[in-house]
């Protein structure tokens, strides 16, 4: 169902914005090219409770500069995330079967929040804070006749101890029946 979501997205970012983010190498035309070739997307978000996993009333962050990186670690290409309603999405289409890794450089004063708990794919954070990269992908022609996209995600926080300026606007937000509250991003 998700990923059915992200393909609309990149349908209607292509019809909205003129095309989908940054493309991947390109298949060389011919007969079957179209299905040897594969998309590789996801959601950068604000990660509020800093739990790992894009919670409902998490928002994903428009701008964030994404980057496609082949097995021997090369730029294969850049994405910036866009968001038409506040999913915070990057979109690699065109990729060639292979090995990659997706690399996110967060906004200054952001972090990265936890590896979530989940399988890549579902709404966990899949970004190794150090490398500030996923596990790898491996695109095979047989994933890409299955499902046409492989999905990683990536949740942020405000970093500690930042002291610079951000544009995000904070409010006290009240949650849960026991009416608990937490610091949320607004929109």
């Known amino acids: 169902m998700r990923e059915i ?30 299905k ?10 604000l990660d509020a409770d800093a739990n790992g996993v894009q919670d409902p009333g998490e928002w994903g962050m428009s701008g964030v500069a994404v980057h496609l990186l082949s097995a ?6 850049t994405a910036e995330t866009f968001s038409h309603a506040c999913e915070g999405l990057y979109i690699f289409s065109g990729v060639l079967p292979g090995n990659y890794t997706v690399e996110v450089v967060p906004p200054e004063g952001y972090a990265f929040t936890v590896p979530g708990r989940g399988e890549p794919g579902d ?3 899949s970004v190794d804070p150090v490398s500030r990269t996923t596990s790898s992908i491996n695109l095979t022609r047989e994933i890409i006749r299955e499902t ?8 942020l926080v405000p970093a500690r101890g930042y002291c610079g300026r951000t544009s995000a606007n904070f409010f006290l937000h009240r949650y849960g029946a026991a009416g608990g509250y ?6």
């Open 182 to 187: 937490r610091w949320a991003r607004s929109v």
């Open 36 to 45: 040897s070739i594969g998309t590789i997307g996801g959601t950068v978000f």
């Open 72 to 77: 021997t670690g090369e730029r294969s290409a």
């Open 5 to 34: 979501s992200i393909l609309a997205a990149i349908i209607v970012s292509a019809f909205v914005f003129g095309s989908v983010a940054s493309a991947a190498v390109q298949a060389p035309p011919g007969p079957g090219a179209e």
């Open 148 to 155: 046409d996209l492989a999905v990683r995600d990536a949740g």
């Open 123 to 125: 709404t966990a954070s």
